[in-house]
């Protein structure tokens, strides 16, 4: 099992970028995902996550309105996009893989299978 993000970078506030994780080595169709971030000296905190069932999708409050979740199961890959992006919005991202089928976000948390991150920096 292989998850590898793309899309990372250091961005003005306000500004937007899309992330992308590269699934390999298990069937991606059969899985929820989901992003999580990790802001140095902090826990990893649930950003979004997307059902392998219906699609369906969920995020934290402090990304609302402004990140979209999205997957691609023929291309195994699943996407974040972010836009007005803020300082606080600053850490290491990482898609993690739950469960076949629906999954809470201690699923994704507590050592999920996962990617080494892609680092969002969110600054002037």
């Known amino acids: 099992v292989q998850l590898v993000e793309s899309g990372g970078g250091l961005v003005e506030p306000g500004g937007s970028l899309t992330l992308s994780c590269l699934a390999s080595?298990?069937?991606?169709?059969?899985?929820?995902m989901a992003w999580v971030r990790q802001a140095p000296g902090n826990g990893p905190e649930w950003v979004s996550d997307?059902?392998?069932?219906?699609?369906?999708?969920y995020y934290a409050d402090s990304v609302t309105g402004r990140f979209t979740i999205s997957r691609n199961n023929r291309k195994n890959t699943l996407y974040l996009q972010m836009n007005n992006l803020k300082p606080e919005d600053t850490g290491l991202y990482y898609c993690?893989?739950?469960?076949?089928?629906?999954?809470?976000?201690?699923?994704?948390?507590?050592?999920?299978?996962r990617g080494q991150g892609t680092q969002v920096t969110v600054s002037s």
């Open positions: 080595g298990f069937t991606f169709s059969d899985y929820s």
């Open positions: 997307i059902s392998s069932e219906d699609g369906a999708t």
């Open positions: 993690a893989r739950g469960r076949q089928g629906k999954s809470s976000w201690s699923d994704y948390v507590f050592n999920p299978t």
